[in-house]
């Protein structure tokens, strides 16, 4: 019998239960001030707006996915006041539905005491439960040993599992993938004509000294080549334009402090490779995915703190020719993004069930 799938997203910025398309419309005019203490200033209110625009994209990367000999019906979202509706409505879950309900990063903390039992009904219906977690969540998630035992995929960094994940079944699939782009696959055309010029998709919680050092000298030589981006992460918004530019100076892990971030990264390599940039960054840590890509010529990488290789890192990736830059393009929007990464979980999960 074929079967459709159905992925329901939990946002804690989404309200009740509803179509993934209508939460989107709505988005932009999404009151922030029932997720913000009182007398929240300017800064943190940016801070919520880019958060809630971040998994506003991963939700439409979650309706754009497609499965391997399968029908998609309409993504949901649901919130934490919509999960009572999630359980009425997964009790009559059609037959020849499979339903993924999908959590990400710390977002189950938000449903409290109720997350082990809620995750215990839904699987009596059959609905089945992925975590994409990009980091070290089996180390570092309170409620990790409440959802464990429920999980049938489980996407986490490149380290090994804590002791917590001794609670997964046997039957969980567990990949080590970390960190990729919340970008719709080419969604941005390729720009076959950019700028020569670097931007530095960082944070202000990258702007050690150890960076600082870097940009400034970077300035220095590149002069007005060189674009500094320091705000927290980029709007959804403006993410098209970055376009325009040849190549994407990323920050890495050595700024974290827990052994497992430090030898991870964020998702500025894989927002500009599916950009059409030709992303830099620090080899911060040996092994993960960032040399993997260094490996297949998809990435520059520089040696820590050597100020000469990251200029020449630099001046390779403003070198590449068009025909390097649109395989850096493809690949990235073909396999690091969030969409075609949990798309093969789940069916590698639906074949071994």
Known sequence: ?????????????????????????????????????????????????????????????????????????????????????????????PAREDWWLVFMAHHPEKIGPALAPLCGFLRKTG????YYAFDEASRALACFGALAPHLDVLIHDEAPLGPAAAGLRADCLAIHRSWVANVVPFAVPFNEDPERKIIFLGSRLGLTPHRRRQIDFLSATFKDRFVAWHDHSVSVSARDGLSRYAAGFCPEGRKFTTPTMARTHT????????????????????GGR????????????????????????????????????????????????????????????????
């Open 1 to 93: 019998m074929n079967t459709a799938t159905r992925i329901v997203f939990f946002n804690p910025w989404a309200a009740g239960l509803e179509e993934t398309a209508a939460y989107l419309g709505r988005l932009p005019a999404l009151d922030l001030s029932a997720h913000l203490p009182p007398g929240a200033d300017a800064s943190l209110r940016a801070m919520a707006r880019l958060d809630r625009d971040w998994y506003g994209e991963c939700a439409r990367c979650f309706a754009a996915l497609e499965l391997p000999a399968a029908g998609m019906q309409p993504a949901l979202v649901v919130g934490p006041a919509g999960l009572a509706a999630l359980a009425e409505r997964a009790a009559q879950r």
């Open 127 to 130: 609905v089945r439960i992925a």
């Open 267 to 286: 998702d500025r390599p894989f927002w500009s490779g599916c950009l059409g940039l030709v992303p830099v960054s620090e080899d911060s840590a040996p």
């Open 290 to 353: 960032l040399e993997e890509l260094a490996r297949a010529g998809l990435i520059r990488r520089y040696a820590h703190a050597d100020l000469a290789a990251l200029r020449e890192a630099c001046e390779a990736a403003l070198e590449a020719t068009l025909a390097e830059r649109r395989r850096i393009y493809d690949h990235f929007n073909r396999h690091e993004t969030v969409g075609p990464v949990l798309a093969a979980a789940l069916a590698s999960a639906a074949v071994a069930a």
